[in-house]
């Protein structure tokens, strides 16, 4: 079955085609699809389209079928096309010509819009938890660590002296700007489009502030034309939100890979996190954040994948932003995935004591020492060359003593300040 089908034969090979995998990727959009619907009946019923007993026997239908899609037994055969087709036949072949008429005054262009953004307002929400509750635990990491140092670098060379509660601290306020990007995506997507039809509007009388309301969207989307250019736009901005979080966790992951080699033992992890080789029975391996950090590079990817899919579309419905829709649900899997492995990994961190002890990494403490010199009078050119000199001739001696204690700085983590920022949002 068909919404558009016509006394006309189909090509399969077309059909193929043009559907595509649409039937596997709503399998995750039909229980949105059907609050959407229950929405739209309502308000058919109110402008006087739909009997109220026709209201009471449609919504109780898609109730039923809402309830199918959220334990996983709905299914869509190759038969139909897509979930509106199968939601369609489902309520026909249970209410006879009324299932009919839940079509009225819509397209099947804003009913996937509006259970795409139905669905992204709820993933955009699950994915902003998982970011606050890792924001606690790296705050809490970085408490707990505060006073044990480690090495900073720039270049991949040693630089300045750094430490474990500077570390985690740094990767919990990034979680912040990263909430602001979620934040602005759901903004973007809490916008009603349900009325747009096929993008410019319809000749029945619809109320679209009422299902605005019984939606639970903050607004409406309320140029026609405009709702159905948010197609495409909606699905970018999410990517981007979820790839800005993404190279967060991989930035992180990869200082993981790196701290956990031979060369630093910085930090280690239960042997049960780790993986083994197959011929070296040494081996410790970090596969689980090399995978975060390869998951994540690739989901940063995905906004120029979708920038480059809706480049020079004109205004209106074009069949090639159905192909966005499978590579944006799959990054939202995979960034909840991340999520909640790289949270289950890093809580069980352990970390090394006494890292800077070692003389290899005398050379972090030039930057400190000498500005021990400016504060007793010293220009600070004259203490640079000064300082210079004495490492090139061997006669540098460290000073171990570190005074850190401006705001954001080792000695003053300002960790309430960074938790106070995030609730701000």
Known sequence: MKLWQKDIPIDEKIEAFT????????LHLAAYDCQASMAHAKML?????????EVVQLVDALATIQKTA???TFTIEDAFEDMHSKIEYLLVEKLGDLGKKIHTARSRNDQVLVALQLYLKNALENIEQKVMTLFDLLLQLAETHQNKLMPGYTHMQVAMPSSFGLWFAAYAESLIDDRMLIRTAYGLVDQNPLGSAAGFGSSFPIDREMTTRDLGFATLKYNVVAAQMGRGKVEK???????GLAATLAKMAMDVCLYMGQEFQFIQFPDSLTTGSSIMPHKKNPDVFELIRGKCNMLQALPQNLAQLTTNLPAGYHRDLQLAKAPLLNAVAEINTC???FHHSIEQIQIRDGILEHPQYDPLFTVDTLNEWVKAGM???????QMAKAVADGSYQPNRVLDHQHVGSMGQLALEAIRNKMAAL
């Open 379 to 385: 220009p600070f050119r004259t203490a640079y060359q």
């Open 70 to 72: 959220e334990n996983g």
């Open 237 to 243: 901005v999410t990517a981007m939100a979820i790839g």
């Open 45 to 53: 019923g109110k402008i006087g389209l739909l009997t109220n007993e």
């Open 19 to 26: 559907v595509g995998n649409d039937r596997e990727i709503d």
């Open 339 to 341: 999520l909640d492995i």
